[in-house]
Nanobody, 120 residues
Framework: QVQLVESGGGSVQAGGSLRLSCAAS????????MGWFRQAPGKEREKVAT???????TYADSVKGRFSISQNSALDTLYLQMNSLKPEDTAMYYC??????????????WGRGTQVTVSS
């Protein structure tokens, strides 16, 4: 059973930084895509960043140049380094994973989320 557990959320002032972590267990897929999503109250869920087993990354336009997605060498932890945070980055952030190499529209596995709040 694939399990994803996020951590690292919190409250920060605008311009600050946070690093989110997602501990992944229960899978040893050679091909995969993992990603970070976020959802603010009253808004639709937004894809923030993805990375696949080839190391190819994608970012939402709203976070390009500020956020960075990466994995540890054991490939069991996903990170999202968030710099120059803005109040509009405030949301619940979710980690997601899928066995497909090409990142899908809908991911199969999800964590429970970690809250990020950015104050002005």
């Amino acid at each position: 059973q694939v399990q994803l557990v996020e951590s690292g959320g919190g409250s920060v002032q605008a311009g600050g930084s946070l690093r989110l972590s997602c501990a992944a267990s229960g899978y040893t897929f050679s091909s995969y895509c993992m990603g970070w999503f976020r959802q603010a109250p009253g808004k639709e869920r937004e894809k923030v960043a993805t990375i696949n087993s080839a190391g190819y990354t994608t970012y939402a336009d709203s976070v390009k140049g500020r956020f960075s997605i990466s994995q540890n060498s054991a490939l069991d932890t996903l990170y999202l380094q968030m710099n120059s945070l803005k109040p509009e980055d405030t949301a619940m952030y979710y980690c997601a994973a899928d066995v497909r190499f090409y990142c899908p529209v809908s991911f199969s596995y999800w964590g429970r989320g970690t809250q990020v709040t950015v104050s002005s």
